[in-house]
């Protein structure tokens, strides 16, 4: 025995969207450290706290947040956080690669959500860092929709091999 759903119908006789209701878009700007610093004793210095609307378009078929854009909420968080560097990070001649990124799904992401993404300093390379990061509920940081951490390792672009970490970014990591 087959259970049917009770679909409404708009006037031209395709089944109509639950309607839903929209939060706000997320005015909150982003908030860099302007020295890394630790959050606890003996947690990784924090680095930034970025905003990050849920957007309709990020639902999958299953009516919540697909999990490659977890991957892409990071994304815009890490150069969120470059772009505040006071200095270079990227030239014609050196550029970041995402090299490794580990994430642990935690709990599904509803829309409309508002989240905040935070990011730590895990580790400073000569070539690379490691950034921890984690998403947040803005309105209750207590909940965790991921975390895990991603590897940027700075290449020469003309060679393709690793190159010196540049100096703001070294700083922006307070090392």
């Given at each position: 025995?087959?259970?049917?759903?009770?679909?409404?119908?708009?006037?031209?006789?395709?089944?109509?969207?639950?309607?839903?209701?929209?939060?706000?878009a997320?005015?909150?700007p982003?908030?860099?450290?302007?020295?890394?610093?630790?959050?606890?004793d003996?947690?990784?210095?924090?680095?930034?706290?970025?905003?990050?609307p849920?957007?309709?378009?990020?639902?999958?078929?299953?009516?919540?947040?697909?999990?490659?854009?977890?991957?892409?909420?990071?994304?815009?968080?890490?150069?969120?956080?470059?772009?505040?560097?006071?200095?270079?990070?990227?030239?014609?001649?050196?550029?970041?690669?995402?090299?490794?990124?580990?994430?642990?799904?935690?709990?599904?992401?509803?829309?409309?959500?508002?989240?905040?993404?935070?990011?730590?300093?895990?580790?400073?390379g000569?070539?690379s860092?490691?950034?921890?990061?984690?998403?947040?509920?803005?309105?209750?940081?207590?909940?965790?929709?991921?975390?895990?951490?991603?590897?940027?390792?700075?290449?020469?672009?003309?060679?393709?091999k690793?190159?010196?970490?540049?100096?703001?970014?070294?700083?922006?990591?307070?090392?």
């Amino acid at each position: 025995m087959t259970r049917r759903r009770k679909k409404t119908e708009d006037a031209a006789g395709t089944p109509a969207a639950k309607p839903r209701r929209r939060k706000p878009a997320n005015t909150q700007p982003p908030t860099p450290a302007s020295a890394a610093q630790p959050v606890a004793d003996g947690a990784p210095p924090l680095l930034m706290r970025a905003p990050i609307p849920v957007r309709w378009r990020d639902l999958d078929a299953f009516n919540h947040v697909n999990n490659a854009n977890y991957l892409t909420f990071l994304e815009e968080a890490r150069l969120q956080w470059l772009q505040s560097l006071p200095g270079p990070w990227v030239s014609e001649d050196v550029a970041p690669v995402l090299a490794a990124v580990q994430i642990n799904y935690r709990r599904p992401i509803e829309w409309p959500a508002q989240l905040i993404v935070e990011l730590y300093g895990e580790r400073v390379g000569n070539t690379s860092i490691t950034i921890g990061h984690r998403i947040v509920a803005e309105n209750d940081r207590g909940i965790v929709y991921c975390d895990g951490n991603a590897v940027l390792v700075w290449i020469d672009r003309h060679s393709g091999k690793a190159a010196e970490l540049p100096d703001a970014v070294r700083r922006g990591c307070g090392g």
